[in-house]
């Protein structure tokens, strides 16, 4: 299988490297619009090759491979998914906070079915999205996401700083953000897309409630997700070590990728 990963970030370099040495993987392009950083992943692969940011190349070489992950950001998402879906090719989606948007998902959803290319979102930095997908095939009364990140992992924030919350001035654990997953996703688009994940496999992106903590005493990206219905409930609770190379994101999300490319390879589904 030969697989093509936009985004050569935390994310996408481990995942890269874990290909490389996979069996049942063929050649590993690589792009990112950040060059250098692309080509030196590659250069420290045996299957990984480079392959310039430029529209038309990554265009190319979606139509010659069998798989493509895309692990920089939501614009990135938005610009290629069409394209890969629309060419028949399966793709794993880590920015899937991109899914908010009802149109693009709408659009991409009906692509995967008429082109037969598969549209794949790992399970992320939470746990429990099994028993969540199977409580929503019959009734579910609340989905409860509090999430605890410490201030290095919400420092800069956008969001944060136009409501003048200054993360690193904190000193008790803080209740930064309060709403629904849809805003949680927005807001915090490169350390929420399990906010996302969780709103499209149980009651939506409105009906998903978020509780964002900035803890100054955590090393941690905790995730809670609390789950009720008729069929009973869930907590999972995930304590999540960050990313050496981004705090942002969690270790976790990186092997959940890693372990959906093995279940391709090996066509075997337990768990699911």
């Known amino acids: 299988m030969d697989v093509l ?9 481990m995942l890269a490297k874990s290909l490389d040495s996979m069996e049942g993987i063929g050649e590993v392009l690589l792009t990112d619009k950040g060059r250098d950083q692309a080509r030196l992943l590659a250069s420290q692969m045996i299957r990984g090759r480079y392959i310039g940011s430029d529209d038309k190349e990554i265009q ?5 491979v069998d798989l493509v992950i895309e692990a920089a950001s939501q614009e990135a998402a938005w610009t290629y998914a069409p394209i890969v879906l629309g060419l028949g090719v399966d793709l794993m989606m880590m920015s899937v906070g991109a899914l908010t948007d009802d149109r693009f998902r709408q659009t ?3 692509l995967a079915k008429k082109r037969g290319g598969r549209l794949m979102v790992p399970s992320g930095a939470v746990s429990g999205t099994d028993g969540l997908h199977a409580a929503a095939m019959g009734e579910v009364d609340e989905v409860r996401l509090t999430t605890i990140k410490a201030p290095r992992s919400l420092r ?22 309060e709403g629904t997953a849809r805003e949680a996703a927005k807001l915090f688009p490169i350390s929420l897309n399990v906010a996302a994940t969780l ?11 978020v509780i964002i903590v900035c803890d100054p005493e955590t090393e941690r990206n905790t995730h809670l997700l609390e789950v009720r219905g008729p069929f009973g409930e869930i907590r999972a609770e995930t304590q999540n070590v960050p990313s050496p190379s981004n705090p942002s994101t969690s270790f976790l ?3 959940s990728a890693v372990a959906t490319v093995r279940r391709l390879l090996d066509n075997v589904w337990i768990g699911i």
């Not at 990963?5 to 370099?13: D, E, H, P, V």
């Not at 190319?60 to 010659?64: F, N, V």
């Not at 800069?156 to 953000?177: M, Q, W």
């Not at 709103?199 to 409630?209: A, Q």
Request: charged letters at 15%; one cysteine or more; aromatic letters at 4%.
């Open 5 to 13: 990963i936009i985004g050569c970030g935390s994310i996408g370099s």
């Open 60 to 64: 190319s070489a979606i139509s010659h």
């Open 108 to 110: 991409i959803m009906e």
């Open 156 to 177: 800069g924030n956008p969001a944060l700083i136009e409501h003048g919350i200054d993360v690193d001035s904190l000193r008790t654990a803080t209740v930064v953000f």
């Open 199 to 209: 709103s499209l496999l149980g009651v939506g992106f409105e009906d998903t409630k």
């Open 253 to 255: 999300a990186a092997l």
